[in-house]
């Protein structure tokens, strides 16, 4: 089992490992446009466990490159692989 912890509310939801995170950030106000990775809407600050995230999609590199994703990431090319991760919403 996966959590995703929103930082602004400190509200916190359990996932099965791998799951998608859009659907719950949608949930806790996170925009989104174009879910493919091309707008940026979705990015956030990943506060804390950027290891528990899956690896950067290529679409998240070309837009915030190889340093950006070290600590924000697209919340509509995500999934959470499994322990927690905290969020800036
Ligand atoms: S919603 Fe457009 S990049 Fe995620």
Same mark, same amino acid.
């Given at each position: 089992?996966? !959590?995703? %912890?929103? /930082? ?21 106000? %996170? ?8 707008? $940026?809407?979705? %990015? ?17 590199? /070309?837009?915030?490159?190889? /340093? $950006?994703?070290?600590?924000? !990431? ?5 999934? %959470?692989?499994?322990?927690?991760? !905290?969020?800036?919403?």
């Amino acid at each position: 089992m996966a !959590r995703l %912890i929103f /930082d602004s509310t400190d509200e916190e939801q359990d996932l099965p490992d791998g799951s998608p995170c859009q659907e719950e950030c949608e949930k806790h106000g %996170i925009p989104f446009a174009c879910t493919e990775g091309i707008c $940026g809407t979705c %990015i956030v600050p990943v506060l804390d466990g950027m290891d528990n995230l899956s690896d950067p999609t290529q679409a998240e590199l /070309d837009f915030l490159g190889a /340093d $950006g994703v070290k600590t924000e !990431r697209m919340m509509c090319q995500c999934k %959470i692989k499994n322990g927690t991760v !905290r969020v800036r919403n």
